[in-house]
Nanobody
Framework: QVQLVESGGGLVQAGGNLRLSCVAS????????VAWFRRIPGKEREFVAA????????FYAESVRGRFTISRENDKNTVFLQMTDLKPEDTAVYYC?????????????????WGQGTQVTVSS
């Protein structure tokens, strides 16, 4: 069992930066890929970024590529999402998720464990 807790969300002006953290507890976290998803009210969860267990392979949605960076520190059981040049359309609740690596890494159903989410609001 893995428990995930996100933090770092908040209110920021367009063009600003935030760094989200996802801290895991439980066994085998370092065996899992970790992803960030986001949800805008009334819409489905949207894939944002993923990192494989070693941290060397990362993947991004086209909408955030070049602005967001996902990384992990396995010795601290933590995954980060550094967000730069934020836009109002990035406003959402951001969730981290963990699961076995799959080529379907952009799909929420591929992840077994989820955090409670952290709100990110970007004002124009």
């Amino acid at each position: 069992q893995v428990q995930l807790v996100e933090s770092g969300g908040g209110l920021v002006q367009a063009g600003g930066n935030l760094r989200l953290s996802c801290v895991a507890s439980g066994r085998f976290f370092t065996s899992y890929a970790v992803a960030w998803f986001r949800r805008i009210p009334g819409k489905e969860r949207e894939f944002v970024a993923a990192v494989r267990r070693s941290g060397e392979s990362t993947f991004y949605a086209e909408s955030v590529r070049g602005r967001f960076t996902i990384s992990r520190e396995n010795d601290k059981n933590t995954v980060f999402l550094q967000m730069t040049d934020l836009k109002p359309e990035d406003t959402a609740v951001y969730y981290c998720a963990a699961g076995a690596w799959s080529l379907h890494y952009t799909y929420p159903r591929g992840y077994n464990y989820w955090g409670q989410g952290t709100q990110v609001t970007v004002s124009s």
